[in-house]
C-alpha cells in the first residue's frame, strides 16, 4: 500500500488521464503499460482499477507438433509476460497493488507506473512517485531496539491531499516555501548518539486509536516529523543506529503495510479492501484535511 504523490504540474486529474488512456514504455526489450482500466464513481465511492502489464513486443513460444514429435518455435506480438492488478483511491491518494515475484516486484511496479505517467504527459513538467506507507508497529518496534540514534535521513513532499499532526509544521513550511521535495540528512558526532526522541515518539503514535491521539506539547524537531511523514507515506527515509556494537539500518520502505487478496481480483471487491484499510490509517494516525 502506497501513495501516488503528484509533483510539478501533475495533478489528480492528469494522473487518472493518464491511467485511463496510458503510453507504452520500453525497458530491456520488454514494453509496459495499463490495461483492462475502469473507474468507478458514484455519489460515495470513487476509484480506478487497471493492472500493470508487462509484455514482450516480439515474443517467442516454444510449442509440441504432435505428429512430428518435435518442438517449435512461434513468434507472438505483444506476448504478456506478467500484470499487476491494482486500485487508486483519489480520496487517499493511495494505492494498492500486487507484488509478483521475478516478474512486478515492489520497486519495478513503482518506477513502470511512474514512467507511463510522466511519458503519457511527455515528461512535460509532471513527475510521479509512490511511496510505500509503514506498518507503524514494526517501525516502532525496530527503531525501539536501537541503543542510539546516530543517523537520521529522510526525503518527503507536501501531502495531497491528507497530512498527519504530528508532522502539520512541517507540512505548512514546504508549502508556504512551494517546495516540492526536501531532504534532510542529520549524523551525529563519532561515538556520540544524536539528541532525539524518535523512537517514544514513532512508538506513541503506532499506539494511538480513533478515541486517543498522540500529542507533543511542542512541534517536533524536524527531522523527527519527516521520519513520521515518510512513514505515512508522503517520502521515505532511514535511521541508523546502534544495536550492541553494531550499526543497524532501519529504513521505512522494509515496513510495508501490506494485506492478502486474491491475485485476480474483482475491482470493487479489491477497492473495499483497500479503502477498509486506508480508512483505518486515517482515523488512528489521525490524518486531516
Same mark, same amino acid.
Given at each position: 500500500?502506497?501513495?501516488v504523490l503528484?509533483l510539478?504540474?501533475?495533478?489528480?486529474?492528469k494522473l487518472?488521464?493518464?491511467?485511463?488512456? #496510458?503510453?507504452?514504455?520500453?525497458?530491456?526489450?520488454?514494453?509496459?503499460?495499463?490495461?483492462d482500466?475502469? !473507474?468507478?464513481r458514484?455519489?460515495f465511492?470513487?476509484f480506478?482499477?487497471g493492472?500493470l502489464?508487462?509484455y514482450k513486443?516480439q515474443?517467442?513460444?516454444?510449442v509440441?507438433?504432435? !505428429?512430428k514429435?518435435?518442438?517449435?518455435?512461434?513468434?507472438?506480438?505483444n506476448?504478456r /509476460?506478467?500484470s499487476?492488478?491494482?486500485?487508486?483511491? #483519489? !480520496?487517499?491518494?493511495?494505492?494498492?497493488f500486487?507484488?509478483?515475484?521475478?516478474?512486478i516486484?515492489?520497486? /519495478?511496479?513503482?518506477n513502470?507506473?511512474?514512467?507511463?505517467?510522466?511519458?503519457t504527459?511527455s515528461?512535460?513538467?509532471?513527475?510521479c512517485?509512490?511511496?510505500?506507507?509503514?506498518?507503524?508497529?514494526?517501525?516502532?518496534?525496530?527503531v525501539s531496539s536501537?541503543?542510539?540514534?546516530?543517523?537520521v535521513?529522510?526525503?518527503?513532499s507536501?501531502?495531497?491531499p491528507?497530512f498527519?499532526?504530528?508532522?502539520?509544521?512541517?507540512?505548512?513550511y514546504?508549502?508556504d516555501?512551494?517546495?516540492?521535495?526536501?531532504?534532510?540528512?542529520?549524523?551525529?558526532p563519532?561515538?556520540?548518539?544524536?539528541?532525539?526522541?524518535?523512537?517514544?515518539?514513532i512508538?506513541?503514535a503506532s499506539?494511538?486509536?480513533?478515541e486517543?491521539?498522540?500529542?507533543?506539547?511542542?512541534?517536533?524537531?524536524?527531522s523527527?516529523?519527516?521520519?513520521?511523514?515518510?512513514?505515512?507515506?508522503?517520502?521515505?527515509?532511514l535511521?541508523?543506529?546502534?544495536?550492541?556494537?553494531?550499526?543497524?539500518?532501519?529504513?521505512?520502505? !522494509?515496513?510495508?503495510?501490506?494485506?492478502?487478496?486474491f491475485?485476480s #481480483?474483482?475491482?470493487?471487491?479489491?477497492y473495499?479492501?483497500?479503502k477498509?484499510?486506508?480508512?483505518?490509517?486515517?482515523?488512528?494516525?489521525?490524518l486531516?484535511?
Amino acid at each position: 500500500m502506497g501513495r501516488v504523490l503528484k509533483l510539478g504540474t501533475l495533478d489528480q486529474k492528469k494522473l487518472i488521464d493518464a491511467i485511463k488512456e #496510458p503510453v507504452s514504455v520500453n525497458f530491456r526489450g520488454n514494453s509496459w503499460t495499463f490495461i483492462d482500466v475502469e !473507474e468507478h464513481r458514484d455519489n460515495f465511492d470513487h476509484f480506478i482499477f487497471g493492472r500493470l502489464s508487462k509484455y514482450k513486443p516480439q515474443g517467442e513460444v516454444v510449442v509440441v507438433d504432435t !505428429e512430428k514429435r518435435t518442438e517449435e518455435t512461434q513468434f507472438e506480438n505483444n506476448l504478456r /509476460v506478467a500484470s499487476s492488478p491494482f486500485v487508486y483511491i #483519489p !480520496e487517499h491518494s493511495g494505492i494498492a497493488f500486487l507484488n509478483i515475484h521475478s516478474h512486478i516486484e515492489q520497486t /519495478v511496479f513503482i518506477n513502470r507506473f511512474c514512467s507511463i505517467v510522466e511519458e503519457t504527459h511527455s515528461n512535460f513538467f509532471v513527475d510521479c512517485d509512490i511511496e510505500m506507507i509503514s506498518d507503524l508497529r514494526s517501525f516502532a518496534a525496530k527503531v525501539s531496539s536501537l541503543e542510539g540514534i546516530y543517523e537520521v535521513k529522510a526525503k518527503v513532499s507536501p501531502p495531497n491531499p491528507m497530512f498527519g499532526s504530528l508532522w502539520e509544521d512541517l507540512k505548512n513550511y514546504l508549502i508556504d516555501r512551494n517546495t516540492d521535495r526536501m531532504n534532510i540528512d542529520e549524523e551525529s558526532p563519532e561515538n556520540k548518539p544524536l539528541n532525539t526522541n524518535l523512537p517514544e515518539h514513532i512508538k506513541k503514535a503506532s499506539e494511538q486509536t480513533e478515541e486517543n491521539e498522540y500529542r507533543t506539547e511542542k512541534p517536533l524537531p524536524i527531522s523527527d516529523a519527516a521520519i513520521l511523514m515518510a512513514a505515512d507515506g508522503y517520502g521515505h527515509g532511514l535511521v541508523r543506529g546502534k544495536s550492541g556494537d553494531e550499526f543497524i539500518t532501519i529504513k521505512t520502505s !522494509e515496513t510495508v503495510k501490506n494485506f492478502s487478496f486474491f491475485t485476480s #481480483p474483482v475491482p470493487a471487491e479489491l477497492y473495499q479492501k483497500a479503502k477498509k484499510i486506508f480508512d483505518d490509517i486515517k482515523e488512528k494516525r489521525h490524518l486531516g484535511h
